[in-house]
C-alpha cells in the first residue's frame, strides 16, 4: 500500500530517502496559509507527525478576523461539532491537515510567538523535533533569531521560515553547515567520463579487440562495433592533438555511410580529445581545504572521503571513474561488457578512496557515522558535485549591526543597485519595515482599524489616502530602521521603486493569499524535503517572491 | 463542516488586494470592494484532475473565483494519493473530475464546480467557447497541442492582420516532473502559442524496433520487447492494459527473463512500470508551486489586479532553487495563431496551381489541402469533393471575386483541427 502510495516520489530519492521522510518530525508555528500548504505537502509526503502552534481562536472578540482568516485563506481546516468560538485555528487546522494521510499524526498547542522556544524544548523532550516551520509574520523577526539559535543548537534540526504578504513572499532554511553528496548530479549532465583520451589497460584491452579486425567483420558485426570503441582507437592511431587525424581516421576506417555507429563516433568526437578525468578547481579547492587536512575524531564524514579523494588524485593524477556509460549501438554483448568493464573500474577507485578514508578515520578515532562502502561509492560517482554547504544565519541578515559585519548589507546594497534584483531587495527591506511599523502588539501596514477618520476633515478616509498614510509611515521606518543602520542611501530611481514596493505592500493589508501561501510554502516544504531526505542541492540564500512580476531572487 | 457558516465567502486576502488601487496593476484595473459579483462572472475551465488540477481548483476557489467547470477522463489510482490532495484512500476507483469537483465545494460553497467525466475530444469545439479562461492541468503534449489549436481555431484578424480581440481565449498552462516544472501565460494572437515554442518539449525517446529484438542493450529495452513483440505474440486478442496487475507481472517476468538470458540488469517491477506507463515522477511541492503560479496569473488576466506574467516561467529545484521568467517571442509564421502566411502566386494562377504551391512551401503541415475563402469553400475533400472538382481550372483572382489580395483558409488532416491562414497576393 504505501510503496505504492508514494511510488512517484519514491522514483526520485529511493526507498532509503523515503525512510528518513517517515521519521521526520515537524513542528510549525502559525496557522497561516504558508505553513498550513507546506504542512500538507510534507503531511502528503509521509512524514511521521506534526505539531501546529497558533493562539488564535476561531473567532476572538480581540481579532473578530480570525475566523474570516482561516476559512477565506486555509483550505484544508475542519470544523466539527465539537468545537465553538474558544477551538483554535490551529486545532481545526490539524484536524483538516490530518485526512489528508491517515499515516501521520497531527497535535496542536495554543500559544502565543512569545513560547515558541519553551514548547520546542519541550516538545523535543517528549517526542522529538526534526523540522521547524515557522510563519515569519507570526513569529515575528525577533523571536525566529531565538528559534533558529536553538535548533542550530541541536545540531541536525532544520528551520525553514516563510513570510507572505499579498503577493509578496520570501523563504528561508536555516541549518548547520552540512556535505551534500546523494543525487547532486544534475539530470542529464551533458559530459559522460568516458576516458578515451587516457584510457586504462583494461578499456585499451577492450578497443584492442574490437578494432584489431575490423576488415574482417562482416557487415553486421562492422555496424555494431560501439563508437567507444571506433573513436578511441582513431585517437590512439594518431594522437589525440591533431582534431583533423582522428576525424580522417574515422572517415577512412568506415565501409559506407549507413553505419550508425559511426554517426554516434562522429558526434562524440570532442571524447578524444576531451580529459574527463581532470581534476578541477572546485574539487581541488574542496580536498585541499583545511578541515579535509586537519581531520579529527569530530571531523563530518564527508572530509574524511575528501581526503580519501585527495590521496587518490595525487597518486593517479586523475579523478575516480564515474563508472556509467550512454546507451550506443552495439550488440548486446559488447554493451554489457563495456559497461561492466566500466563499473568494475569506478568500483575500485571508489575503494580505493574508500580505504584511504576508513584509515585516516582510525588513525585520529573518528567517532562520528560508520563509513561505508557505499559512501565512498556515492561520493565518488557525484565527486563533480559534492559540496560542503553554510548557511547565513538569521542575525547576519535580519540585525542591522550584525549585517554590516556579515556583509548582508552590503549584499543588500549591491542588490537594489541591480536593476534585475531592486524589485526584491525592496520586498526584503519591507517586510522588515513592517515589523518595526507593527512593534508589539500593533497593527500591521494597510489593516483597517475599526474606523479611518480623516483627522483634518472629520471624514472616513478613502481607501487610496489610508493607504497612503500607512505607506508613507512604513516608508519611514524602512529609512530609518532598515536601510540608515546598514548605510544604504537611495537614488531617485531606486526611491521611486521603493515607494511603489512599500504602496503595493500596503495595500495587500497584511493579506496572506491562499496561492502566495502556496508557492512559498510549496517551496519551504521542497526545501525541507531535500533536507531530510540529504538528497538534492539545498538552497542556502534567502528567496523573494514577488508574484506581481512572477519571479523568484536569491538574496545574500 | 458545521456550526460555522460558511455559504458566504468571508472576506480575505484577495477581497483587500482588489478593493484598492496599487501600483504594479494592469491596464484598467478598477477597484472594487465586491469581488465575489467580479469573479463570479468568469467562467474557467480546468483541464486535468491531478496533481496540478487539485491545487488548480482549491487555488481558484480560494480566490474566489465562483465558477469553476473541471474535465478528466481519469479514475482515481492509489499512486495519486501522495500529491493529489482532494482524493482520499476510498475514492480510488472513481470519477477523478467529479471527486475533486465535490470536495472542493464541500469547501468553498460559494465555488460552484461543474464536473466533466470524460475525454476533452469528445467536446465540441463550441463547448470550450463558452468559458472566459482555460487553465491547464496536463501531463501530455498532445492533449496540450489539442486545446491549443481549439482555442487558436477561434482565433479572427482582419484583413490588415489584426486580431479581433473578442475572440481570444487566454491560456494558462503549468507542467511538472519531480523537482521541475513550468508556468504560461498564453493569449493566443497576442503572444506565443504552444506551437510557437514547439521546440521547447524535447523529442520523446522512441526505440528502434530492431535494437529491442536483436540488440537489447537496457533494461528498458527488455521491457519494451516483451510489451511490443511479446505480448501480441502470445496473448493475441488481448489488448493490454497497464492497470491489471497480471497484465503487468506478466511483461515484468517477461522481461526479465529477457534481461537474464543478455546479461542485463535492473529490470525490476516499479521499472517495468515505470516504462509502459511513461510515468512521470511528481511530488505535491512542485504541484502547489506551479498550479499556484497558474492560478495567480488567472486571478490577474481575471481582474488585472496586477500585470501579467510576460509569458514564461521554469523553475528549477534540483540544484539550490531557480527560476526563470522570460518572454518568448511569437512564430510570426506559426500555422496555429498567426494572422496568415503570406504567400503570393502568380496572378493567372489557378485553384490547383494555388494548391500544388501552397502543399510544396508548407510540406510539414499540408498534403491534401481544402480551401475556403470568406466562409465559402472553393475546395473540400470527402464526399462532396465532386462538386468542388471545377474549382481546380478555375483562376484564384476569380474566385475571390475580381481582388488580388485577400485571407484564403487552407484545412488539411495534417493539421487536424487548425487552420492554415493564407494571405494570398496574386502578382507578376
Given at each position: 500500500?504505501?510503496?505504492?502510495?508514494?511510488?512517484?516520489?519514491?522514483?526520485?530519492?529511493?526507498?532509503?530517502?523515503?525512510?528518513?521522510?517517515?521519521?521526520?518530525?515537524?513542528?510549525?508555528?502559525?496557522?497561516?496559509?504558508?505553513?498550513?500548504?507546506?504542512?500538507?505537502?510534507?503531511?502528503?509526503?509521509g512524514?511521521?507527525?506534526?505539531?501546529?502552534?497558533?493562539?488564535?481562536?476561531?473567532?476572538?472578540?480581540?481579532?473578530?478576523?480570525?475566523?474570516?482568516?482561516?476559512?477565506?485563506?486555509?483550505?484544508?481546516?475542519?470544523?466539527?461539532?465539537?468545537?465553538?468560538?474558544?477551538?483554535?485555528?490551529?486545532?481545526a487546522?490539524?484536524?483538516?491537515?490530518?485526512?489528508?494521510?491517515p499515516?501521520?499524526?497531527?497535535?496542536?498547542?495554543k500559544?502565543?510567538?512569545?513560547?515558541?522556544?519553551?514548547?520546542?524544548?519541550?516538545?523535543?523532550?517528549?517526542?522529538?523535533?526534526?523540522?521547524?516551520?515557522?510563519?515569519?509574520?507570526?513569529?515575528?523577526?525577533?523571536?525566529?533569531?531565538?528559534?533558529?539559535?536553538?535548533?542550530?543548537?541541536?545540531?541536525?534540526?532544520?528551520?525553514?521560515?516563510?513570510?507572505?504578504?499579498?503577493?509578496?513572499?520570501?523563504?528561508?532554511?536555516?541549518?548547520?553547515?552540512?556535505?551534500?553528496?546523494?543525487?547532486?548530479?544534475?539530470?542529464?549532465?551533458?559530459t559522460k567520463?568516458?576516458?578515451?583520451m587516457?584510457?586504462?589497460?583494461?578499456?585499451?584491452?577492450?578497443?584492442?579487440?574490437?578494432?584489431?579486425?575490423?576488415?574482417?567483420?562482416?557487415?553486421?558485426?562492422?555496424?555494431?562495433?560501439?563508437?567507444?570503441?571506433?573513436?578511441?582507437?582513431?585517437?590512439?592511431?594518431?594522437?589525440?592533438?591533431?582534431?583533423?587525424?582522428?576525424?580522417?581516421?574515422?572517415?577512412?576506417?568506415?565501409?559506407?555511410?549507413?553505419e550508425?555507429?559511426?554517426?554516434?563516433?562522429?558526434?562524440?568526437?570532442?571524447?578524444?580529445?576531451?580529459?574527463?578525468?581532470?581534476?578541477?578547481?572546485?574539487?581541488?579547492?574542496?580536498?585541499?581545504?583545511?578541515?579535509?587536512?586537519?581531520?579529527?575524531?569530530?571531523?563530518?564524514?564527508?572530509?574524511?572521503?575528501?581526503?580519501?579523494?585527495?590521496?587518490?588524485?595525487?597518486?593517479?593524477?586523475?579523478?575516480?571513474?564515474?563508472?556509467?556509460?550512454?546507451?550506443?549501438?552495439?550488440?548486446?554483448?559488447?554493451?554489457?561488457?563495456?559497461?561492466?568493464?566500466?563499473?568494475?573500474?569506478?568500483?575500485?577507485?571508489?575503494?580505493?578512496?574508500?580505504q584511504?578514508?576508513?584509515?585516516?578515520a582510525?588513525?585520529?578515532?573518528?567517532?562520528?557515522?560508520?563509513?561505508?562502502e557505499?559512501?565512498?561509492?556515492?561520493?565518488?560517482?557525484?565527486?563533480r558535485?559534492?559540496?560542503?554547504?553554510?548557511?547565513?544565519?538569521?542575525?547576519?541578515?535580519?540585525?542591522?549591526?550584525?549585517?554590516?559585519?556579515?556583509?548582508?548589507?552590503?549584499?543588500?546594497?549591491?542588490?537594489?543597485?541591480?536593476?534585475?534584483?531592486?524589485?526584491?531587495?525592496?520586498?526584503?527591506?519591507?517586510?522588515?519595515?513592517?515589523?518595526?511599523?507593527?512593534?508589539?502588539?500593533?497593527?500591521?501596514?494597510?489593516?483597517?482599524?475599526?474606523?479611518?477618520?480623516?483627522?483634518?476633515?472629520?471624514?472616513?478616509?478613502?481607501?487610496?489616502?489610508?493607504?497612503?498614510?500607512?505607506?508613507e509611515?512604513?516608508?519611514?521606518?524602512?529609512?530609518?530602521?532598515?536601510?540608515?543602520?546598514?548605510?544604504?542611501?537611495?537614488?531617485?530611481?531606486?526611491a521611486?521603486?521603493?515607494?511603489?514596493?512599500?504602496?503595493?505592500?500596503?495595500?495587500?493589508?497584511?493579506?496572506?493569499?491562499?496561492?502566495?501561501?502556496?508557492?512559498?510554502?510549496?517551496?519551504?516544504?521542497?526545501?525541507?524535503?531535500?533536507?531530510?531526505?540529504?538528497?538534492?542541492?539545498?538552497?542556502?540564500?534567502?528567496?523573494?517572491?514577488?508574484?506581481?512580476?512572477?519571479?523568484?531572487?536569491?538574496?545574500? | 463542516?458545521?456550526?460555522?457558516?460558511?455559504?458566504?465567502?468571508?472576506?480575505?486576502?484577495?477581497?483587500?488586494?482588489?478593493?484598492?488601487?496599487?501600483?504594479?496593476?494592469?491596464?484598467?484595473?478598477?477597484?472594487?470592494?465586491?469581488?465575489?459579483?467580479v469573479?463570479?462572472?468568469?467562467?474557467?475551465?480546468?483541464?486535468?484532475?491531478?496533481?496540478?488540477?487539485?491545487?488548480?481548483?482549491?487555488?481558484?476557489?480560494?480566490?474566489?473565483?465562483?465558477?469553476?467547470?473541471?474535465?478528466?477522463?481519469?479514475?482515481?489510482?492509489?499512486?495519486?494519493?501522495?500529491?493529489?490532495?482532494?482524493?482520499?484512500?476510498?475514492?480510488?476507483?472513481?470519477?477523478?473530475?467529479?471527486?475533486?469537483?465535490?470536495?472542493?465545494?464541500?469547501?468553498?460553497?460559494?465555488?460552484?464546480?461543474?464536473?466533466?467525466?470524460?475525454?476533452?475530444?469528445d467536446?465540441?469545439?463550441?463547448?470550450?467557447?463558452?468559458?472566459?479562461?482555460?487553465?491547464?492541468?496536463?501531463?501530455?503534449?498532445?492533449?496540450?497541442?489539442?486545446?491549443?489549436?481549439?482555442?487558436?481555431?477561434?482565433?479572427?484578424?482582419?484583413?490588415?492582420?489584426?486580431?479581433?480581440?473578442?475572440?481570444?481565449?487566454?491560456?494558462?498552462?503549468?507542467?511538472?516532473?519531480?523537482?521541475?516544472?513550468?508556468?504560461?501565460?498564453?493569449?493566443?494572437?497576442?503572444?506565443?502559442?504552444?506551437?510557437?515554442?514547439?521546440?521547447?518539449?524535447?523529442?520523446?525517446?522512441?526505440?528502434?524496433?530492431?535494437?529491442?529484438?536483436?540488440?537489447?542493450?537496457?533494461?528498458?529495452?527488455?521491457?519494451?520487447?516483451?510489451?511490443?513483440?511479446?505480448?501480441?505474440?502470445?496473448?493475441?486478442?488481448?489488448?493490454?492494459?497497464?492497470?491489471?496487475?497480471?497484465?503487468?507481472?506478466?511483461?515484468?517476468?517477461?522481461?526479465?527473463?529477457?534481461?537474464?538470458?543478455?546479461?542485463?540488469?535492473?529490470?525490476?517491477?516499479?521499472?517495468?512500470?515505470?516504462?509502459?506507463?511513461?510515468?512521470?515522477?511528481a511530488?505535491?511541492?512542485?504541484?502547489?508551486?506551479?498550479?499556484?503560479?497558474?492560478?495567480?496569473?488567472?486571478?490577474?488576466?481575471?481582474?488585472?489586479?496586477?500585470?501579467?506574467?510576460?509569458?514564461?516561467?521554469?523553475?528549477?529545484?534540483t540544484?539550490?532553487?531557480?527560476?526563470?521568467?522570460?518572454?518568448?517571442?511569437?512564430?510570426?509564421?506559426?500555422?496555429?495563431?498567426?494572422?496568415?502566411?503570406?504567400?503570393?502566386?502568380?496572378?493567372?494562377?489557378?485553384?490547383?496551381?494555388?494548391?500544388?504551391?501552397?502543399?510544396?512551401?508548407?510540406?510539414?503541415?499540408?498534403?491534401?489541402?481544402?480551401?475556403?475563402?470568406?466562409?465559402?469553400?472553393?475546395?473540400?475533400?470527402?464526399?462532396?469533393?465532386?462538386?468542388?472538382?471545377?474549382?481546380?481550372?478555375?483562376?484564384?483572382?476569380?474566385?475571390?471575386?475580381?481582388?488580388?489580395?485577400?485571407?484564403?483558409?487552407?484545412?488539411?488532416?495534417?493539421?487536424?483541427?487548425?487552420?492554415?491562414?493564407?494571405?494570398?497576393?496574386l502578382?507578376?
Open positions: 500500500m504505501s510503496t505504492e502510495r508514494y511510488d512517484r516520489q519514491l522514483r526520485l530519492w529511493g526507498p532509503e530517502g523515503q525512510r528518513r521522510v517517515s521519521e521526520c518530525r515537524v513542528l510549525a508555528f502559525g496557522a497561516t496559509p504558508s505553513t498550513c500548504e507546506a504542512l500538507k505537502n510534507l503531511i502528503l509526503g512524514i511521521k507527525s506534526f505539531h501546529l502552534v497558533d493562539d488564535a481562536l476561531l473567532a476572538s472578540p480581540s481579532r473578530p478576523d480570525a475566523r474570516a482568516r482561516c476559512l477565506s485563506e486555509l483550505f484544508e481546516i475542519e470544523i466539527d461539532a465539537e468545537m465553538d468560538s474558544t477551538s483554535t485555528v490551529a486545532e487546522c490539524v484536524k483538516g491537515l490530518a485526512r489528508l494521510n499515516d501521520v499524526g497531527g497535535t496542536w498547542t500559544s502565543s510567538a512569545r513560547g515558541s522556544v519553551n514548547i520546542a524544548e519541550s516538545l523535543t523532550q517528549s517526542e522529538g523535533v526534526d523540522v521547524v516551520l515557522v510563519d515569519g509574520w507570526w513569529v515575528g523577526d525577533e523571536y525566529i533569531q531565538e528559534l533558529e539559535a536553538w535548533a542550530l543548537k541541536r545540531g541536525d534540526v532544520v528551520l525553514a521560515t516563510t513570510r507572505a504578504c499579498g503577493l509578496f513572499a520570501e523563504c528561508k532554511t536555516s541549518a548547520n553547515a552540512r556535505w551534500v553528496m546523494e543525487n547532486v548530479t544534475p539530470e542529464g549532465s551533458v567520463d568516458l576516458r578515451l587516457n584510457p586504462w589497460s583494461e578499456l585499451q584491452a577492450y578497443v584492442e579487440m574490437k578494432t584489431s579486425d575490423l576488415d574482417r567483420l562482416d557487415a553486421a558485426a562492422f555496424k555494431h562495433v560501439p563508437f567507444v570503441a571506433l573513436l578511441a582507437s582513431a585517437a590512439a592511431q594518431c594522437g589525440t592533438s591533431d582534431r583533423r587525424a582522428v576525424k580522417d581516421a574515422l572517415t577512412s576506417m568506415r565501409r559506407g555511410l549507413d550508425e555507429n559511426f554517426d554516434e563516433a562522429f558526434a562524440n568526437m570532442r571524447y578524444a580529445w576531451t580529459d574527463t578525468g581532470a581534476v578541477t578547481p572546485e574539487i581541488e579547492a574542496l580536498t585541499r581545504d583545511r578541515r579535509a587536512i586537519e581531520l579529527t575524531a569530530e571531523s563530518d564524514k564527508g572530509w574524511f572521503l575528501a581526503a580519501g579523494l585527495r590521496e587518490f588524485i595525487s597518486s593517479e593524477g586523475c579523478l575516480p571513474l564515474e563508472g556509467s556509460i550512454p546507451d550506443m549501438i552495439s550488440t548486446t554483448e559488447s554493451y554489457v561488457e563495456l559497461q561492466r568493464l566500466y563499473a568494475d573500474k569506478a568500483n575500485r577507485d571508489a575503494c580505493v578512496v574508500w584511504s578514508a576508513i584509515k585516516r582510525a588513525r585520529v578515532g573518528y567517532i562520528g557515522d560508520l563509513i561505508t557505499q559512501d565512498a561509492k556515492t561520493f565518488c560517482k557525484h565527486c558535485h559534492v559540496r560542503f554547504m553554510t548557511w547565513r544565519t538569521m542575525a547576519d541578515e535580519l540585525d542591522p549591526s550584525t549585517s554590516v559585519t556579515s556583509g548582508a548589507a552590503t549584499l543588500l546594497k549591491d542588490a537594489i543597485s541591480d536593476p534585475s534584483k531592486t524589485v526584491s531587495a525592496f520586498i526584503f527591506a519591507a517586510f522588515r519595515a513592517a515589523s518595526a511599523f507593527r512593534g508589539p502588539g500593533g497593527r500591521d501596514p494597510g489593516v483597517e482599524p475599526e474606523s479611518v477618520i480623516d483627522s483634518e476633515t472629520g471624514l472616513p478616509m478613502s481607501q487610496d489616502a489610508f493607504v497612503s498614510r500607512d505607506a509611515v512604513l516608508h519611514d521606518h524602512m529609512t530609518r530602521d532598515v536601510l540608515q543602520p546598514r548605510g544604504i542611501k537611495l537614488d531617485q530611481s531606486t521611486k521603486i521603493a515607494d511603489d514596493v512599500l504602496y503595493e505592500y500596503t495595500r495587500y493589508g497584511n493579506g496572506q493569499l491562499n496561492a502566495v501561501g502556496s508557492i512559498i510554502g510549496g517551496i519551504a516544504s521542497q526545501e525541507i524535503i531535500k533536507l531530510v531526505t540529504r538528497q538534492y542541492i539545498p538552497m542556502t540564500q534567502r528567496l523573494i517572491y514577488d508574484g506581481v512580476h512572477s519571479t523568484t531572487t536569491l538574496l545574500f | 463542516m458545521s456550526r460555522l457558516d460558511v455559504d458566504a465567502r468571508p472576506p480575505g486576502a484577495v477581497d483587500v488586494m482588489l478593493k484598492r488601487a496599487g501600483r504594479f496593476t494592469g491596464p484598467d484595473f478598477d477597484p472594487s470592494e465586491d469581488i465575489s459579483s469573479l463570479r462572472a468568469v467562467r474557467v475551465l480546468v483541464v486535468g484532475a491531478g496533481g496540478l488540477g487539485c491545487e488548480l481548483l482549491k487555488g481558484l476557489a480560494m480566490s474566489g473565483f465562483g465558477n469553476v467547470d473541471v474535465i478528466d477522463m481519469d479514475t482515481i489510482d492509489v499512486s495519486n494519493l501522495n500529491r493529489q490532495f482532494l482524493f482520499r484512500s476510498e475514492d480510488v476507483g472513481k470519477s477523478k473530475a467529479e471527486t475533486a469537483a465535490r470536495r472542493t465545494r464541500e469547501r468553498v460553497p460559494t465555488c460552484e464546480v461543474t464536473a466533466h467525466h470524460g475525454r476533452i475530444e467536446k465540441e469545439d463550441g463547448w470550450y467557447r463558452q468559458f472566459d479562461i482555460i487553465a491547464l492541468g496536463l501531463d501530455s503534449l498532445e492533449a496540450r497541442a489539442y486545446i491549443n489549436s481549439v482555442c487558436c481555431g477561434f482565433l479572427e484578424y482582419d484583413e490588415d492582420g489584426n486580431v479581433d480581440p473578442t475572440t481570444i481565449k487566454p491560456l494558462v498552462d503549468g507542467g511538472t516532473e519531480g523537482f521541475k516544472g513550468h508556468a504560461r501565460v498564453i493569449v493566443p494572437g497576442m503572444t506565443p502559442c504552444f506551437h510557437c515554442t514547439m521546440w521547447l518539449f524535447p523529442p520523446q525517446t522512441t526505440f528502434p524496433l530492431c535494437t529491442l529484438a536483436e540488440t537489447p542493450r537496457s533494461a528498458a529495452h527488455c521491457i519494451e520487447y516483451a510489451k511490443l513483440i511479446q505480448w501480441p505474440a502470445e496473448r493475441h486478442g488481448e489488448t493490454f492494459d497497464p492497470d491489471v496487475v497480471e497484465h503487468m507481472t506478466w511483461v515484468y517476468k517477461k522481461a526479465l527473463k529477457r534481461a537474464e538470458t543478455f546479461g542485463i540488469e535492473g529490470v525490476t517491477y516499479s521499472h517495468t512500470q515505470g516504462v509502459t506507463k511513461n510515468i512521470i515522477p511530488i505535491p511541492s512542485t504541484n502547489a508551486i506551479i498550479a499556484a503560479a497558474c492560478v495567480i496569473e488567472t486571478l490577474k488576466i481575471a481582474t488585472m489586479c496586477a500585470k501579467g506574467m510576460n509569458n514564461y516561467i521554469m523553475y528549477v529545484g540544484d539550490g532553487v531557480y527560476s526563470h521568467t522570460v518572454e518568448y517571442e511569437r512564430d510570426p509564421m506559426c500555422v496555429m495563431c498567426s494572422p496568415g502566411i503570406a504567400h503570393s502566386v502568380s496572378a493567372y494562377a489557378t485553384l490547383r496551381d494555388f494548391m500544388s504551391s501552397i502543399v510544396a512551401a508548407h510540406p510539414d503541415s499540408l498534403s491534401e489541402p481544402s480551401v475556403s475563402y470568406r466562409g465559402k469553400n472553393l475546395y473540400l475533400r470527402g464526399v462532396l469533393e465532386d462538386q468542388f472538382v471545377d474549382n481546380l481550372t478555375a483562376r484564384m483572382v476569380d474566385l475571390m471575386g475580381g481582388r488580388t489580395e485577400g485571407l484564403v483558409v487552407v484545412n488539411d488532416k495534417k493539421m487536424k483541427k487548425t487552420s492554415m491562414r493564407v494571405r494570398v497576393s502578382s507578376g
